[in-house]
């Protein structure tokens, strides 16, 4: 075979191998474990379904506690394989894979040249402080947008009870009956708009109510 040199236990040709080997059987165990993690996410899509009926929700329900199972299962082979890697992969828990929201973070996990493991946004306490930031952002908008629709709906019970005042009014000195039958109607909805009316008035007594106070006028 024309072996001039013969690899020795802690060489640098030994180590080399030793470690893709090492590598390719962690791969391995992380596509089980994505596998079984994206089975199970399809079976519990399914037991939502309107249509599903109760028998196929009872197979469902067992398939998914042998999964869960098997899971557990997958998730300890892949912590024996990550590890022996050096530098070791982190570990996985049954709640990490639980907290799971994309696909994609299987990928954080996978082994690149460039390890992303000790990049600022592939950090949970990065993604979660990033979250929060575009949360609380995206709070400001609904602040402003709020602000807009409480003086909408209060313009909008006022200018209606104006109206419906008027009309059945008109209708109790022309048409009894159906005046009648329309202040009986007008007075449930009244019910209801009062209730929104007092919601209304307790927003915009909070301290930090930051829109107009009082009813608008209808443009149009």
């Known amino acids: ?55 196929l929700r009872q197979q469902i329900g067992k398939a998914l506690q042998r999964r869960s199972d098997a899971i557990r299962n997958a998730i300890n082979k892949y912590n024996l394989q990550a590890a022996a890697l050096d530098p070791p992969r982190p570990r996985l828990s049954w ?6 929201s994309f696909l994609g973070e299987f990928d954080l996990l996978r082994y690149s040249r460039t390890d992303i493991r000790q990049v600022d946004w592939s950090k949970p306490t990065y993604q979660e402080a990033s979250v929060k930031f575009f ?22 019970i006022h200018d209606e009870d104006a109206q419906m005042t008027a009309t059945v009014n008109t209708l109790l000195d022309s048409h009894l009956a159906l005046g ?24 915009e007594s909070q301290p930090g109510f930051s829109g107009i106070r009082g009813i608008g006028r209808r443009v149009g």
């Open 180 to 203: 009648q039958e329309l202040q009986k109607r007008w007075k449930l909805r009244s019910a209801v708009n009062s209730v929104h009316l007092f919601r209304l008035d307790q927003i």
């Open 95 to 100: 709640k990490d894979i639980a907290d799971y």
């Open 135 to 156: 949360k609380l952002h995206q709070a400001h908008e609904q602040i402003q947008r709020l602000n807009i629709e409480v003086r909408r709906l209060w313009t909008a």
């Open 1 to 55: 075979l024309a072996i001039e040199e013969r690899w020795t236990v802690g060489g640098d040709n030994y180590k080399k191998y030793k470690e893709e080997a090492s590598l390719q059987k962690y791969r391995v165990a992380l596509d089980e474990l994505e596998r079984l993690v994206v089975m199970h996410l399809f079976e519990l899509s399914k037991l939502s379904l309107s249509g599903t009926g109760y028998k």
